[in-house]
């Protein structure tokens, strides 16, 4: 096999098909052959797809609810048991988020997963530069208001019932004030978050498996993909 290349610093996966049509190859980088019988790839543009981590800045979500390892980073420490801690990003990609000292305003957040946009956008999608300016100025003033009402409403933090979850779930409900978009936490969790969560834990599982190979690259039936 020719030695392979990296193109894309960010962590990234390749995923082929070549010489069998129940396999694919999973690599980093771009190979020049196909590991599994040596031949020159020279179609392979045709029949591969890369895997992006799910991951990005805030900066690269604005307009998003946005999640994050509560310690450490996703790809080195996040394992799907660990904490994870909720925030809003605003159209600048600053996020603000609360605890028990508060509500915070960072001005980015450099590693986390968007959740969740609102639902006439598809902003997790096509990123900041699909966003109209009403509904960037709806998500911020939206965002402005409610932040106020929990400073003045100044009850203190609780782990179970005033936490981060119910700060970046009320901005959700104040947003979306035509219907009832989630009747509770569970459900928010179960709908928006966990499908997320999923997709990322599924892209760790893969990379780390092409990691820990000398040779960086797995082979995977084509019905697990």
Avoid at 110 to 123: G, H
Avoid at 155 to 182: K, M, S, W
Avoid at 197 to 218: D, G, H, M, N, P
Wanted: negative net charge; hydrophobic residues 35%; charged residues 25%.
């Amino acid at each position: 096999m020719r030695p392979i290349s990296i193109v894309h610093q960010d962590p990234c996966l390749t995923v082929f098909k070549h010489c069998s049509k129940d396999t694919v190859v999973i690599c980093m980088g771009s190979p020049a052959s196909c590991p599994l019988c040596d031949g020159e790839l020279k179609d392979w543009m045709f029949s591969f797809r890369q895997i992006f981590a799910p991951w990005k800045t805030s900066e690269s979500c604005p307009c998003t609810i946005v999640i994050r390892p509560t310690n450490g980073r996703f790809l080195q420490d996040y394992t799907g048991v660990e904490d994870l801690h909720i925030g809003i990003a605003d159209s600048d990609g600053q996020v603000l988020h609360y605890d028990d000292n508060g509500i915070k305003r960072d001005t980015f957040w450099p590693e986390c997963l968007p959740v969740w946009s609102q639902p006439d956008a598809d902003l997790l999608t096509y990123g900041s530069g699909s966003i109209p300016d009403t509904q960037r100025c709806r998500w911020n003033n939206t965002l402005t208001l409610h932040t106020l009402s929990w400073r003045i409403d100044n009850h203190a933090y609780n782990e179970q019932v005033r936490n981060c979850f119910d700060f970046a779930l009320g901005f959700v409900r104040a947003l979306i004030t035509e219907t009832e978009p989630f009747g509770n936490k569970e459900m928010f969790t179960s709908e928006v978050i966990l499908p997320k969560i999923q997709r990322l834990l599924r892209f760790l599982e893969l990379y780390k498996k092409v990691c820990s190979t000398a040779r960086s690259w797995i082979i995977q039936d084509t019905k697990d993909m």
